[in-house]
């Protein structure tokens, strides 16, 4: 029988999350059911629950950083048992026929993976995600969190921390590359720890230097700030992978100019408007201009399970539910460290 999980709505764009419920069906032969504990917020989340992208169907349950504990099975799983500590991240289902998903791109699926939430899934219902006490998800689409790391600060990796681990290991940050972040916020914390941990050499690049303690204690071998222009004079021609976790616009040019001959810049942060560059700024030295979001489910579980084994997880404030949206508020003003996970008991 379908079950009725707690859960925060957004019942517009322009109304605040308010406690209420979602309802979740029983698992499927091949579902899992999982018992949420922890729920991290997006930016992402922010901008859904808030309609600034469009095509949001409301009321809508949002959150795409879900750590929990398996409830109950369907017959036929058998990737996951109950007691299990697992993941959900920003997709539950794909067509896992075409070529990218064959080839474990999930998120590239071509016939468009089904998001956790503002999506419709293949009970033709509307998505909901981890802003609830639980959810129904394919076993194929469940991550395992190993036991070296808390669920809580597990919650974050399943967005922030695979959509930074994914261009770091694509572009193969390691041992002798110079790798720098732009940005100290919920991505580029994340990128920190994992880059040091791959062995590259990592310096953060941001608009002031009010986080470098923090930065440098992550494992940042050095910290510049970008609103001096010395600093690209300093640094120029100097990376071989430079990640922009910022929305924010920012002179592409300028940035561009770090990077040594071949090197590439891979944007994971969306700004709203177009980028504008001068195509000499890539001609000249070779340089490279990408994108990149989250892994596929193969990858998120490498990325896990390297983090865990490393003691790796977000910097977490954990806050119950009747705060969420102080914490939106928060977010916006750039008044976290770095990543608000939600308490779901206390949904």
């Known amino acids: 029988m379908p079950t009725t999980a707690r859960a925060y709505v957004a019942d517009s764009a ?15 032969d091949f579902e899992v059911q999982i018992a949420i504990r922890f729920a991290g917020i997006c930016h992402s989340d922010i901008h859904t629950a808030r309609g600034d992208w469009a095509g949001v169907s409301y009321p809508i349950v949002v959150g795409h950083e879900i750590a929990g504990i398996v409830e109950a099975v ?30 474990g791109e999930e998120q590239h699926c071509l016939a468009e993976s089904i998001r956790t939430y503002n999506s419709v899934g293949r009970d033709g219902l509307p998505t909901a995600g981890g802003y609830s006490t639980s959810i129904v998800v394919d076993e194929n ?18 967005c922030a921390g695979i959509t930074m681990y994914s261009p770091l290991r694509n572009w193969d940050a390691g041992p002798g590359k110079r790798v720098a972040i732009i940005g100290m916020g919920g991505l580029g914390h994340t990128g920190v720890k994992i880059a040091a941990a791959l062995g590259a050499e990592v310096t953060v690049l941001s608009q002031s230097l009010k986080k470098q303690e923090d930065a440098l204690r992550l494992g940042a071998a050095a910290y510049h700030a970008t609103s001096d222009p010395a600093t690209f004079e300093i640094l120029a021609g100097h990376f071989d992978l430079i990640i922009n976790t910022v929305s924010a616009d920012i002179d592409v040019d300028a940035h561009l100019s770090l990077l040594a001959v071949g090197g590439t810049m891979v944007m994971v942060g969306l700004p709203s408007k177009p980028l504008t ?49 102080e914490a939106y508020e928060r977010v916006l003003a750039s008044d976290v460290r770095y990543r608000f996970v939600i308490d779901a008991s206390t949904f």
Not at 82 to 102: K, L, P, T, W
Request: with cysteine; aromatic share 4%.
């Open 14 to 28: 322009g109304s605040p999350l308010r406690p209420g419920t979602v309802e979740r069906r029983e698992p499927g």
């Open 74 to 103: 369907g017959p036929m799983v058998t990737r996951h048992s109950v007691g299990d500590r697992v993941g959900v991240g920003c997709f539950i289902d794909s067509c896992r026929e075409c070529a990218n998903c064959r080839d």
């Open 141 to 158: 689409y469940v991550l395992g969190i190993p036991d070296g790391i808390s669920l809580a600060a597990a919650a974050p990796l399943l």
């Open 277 to 325: 560059l001068r195509t000499w700024m890539l001609a000249g030295f070779r340089r490279n201009l990408a994108g990149s979001k989250m892994g596929g489910i193969r990858q998120t579980q490498e990325m896990l399970d390297f983090c865990a084994a490393r003691g790796l997880g977000a910097e977490v404030e954990v806050i119950p539910a009747s705060q969420i949206n």
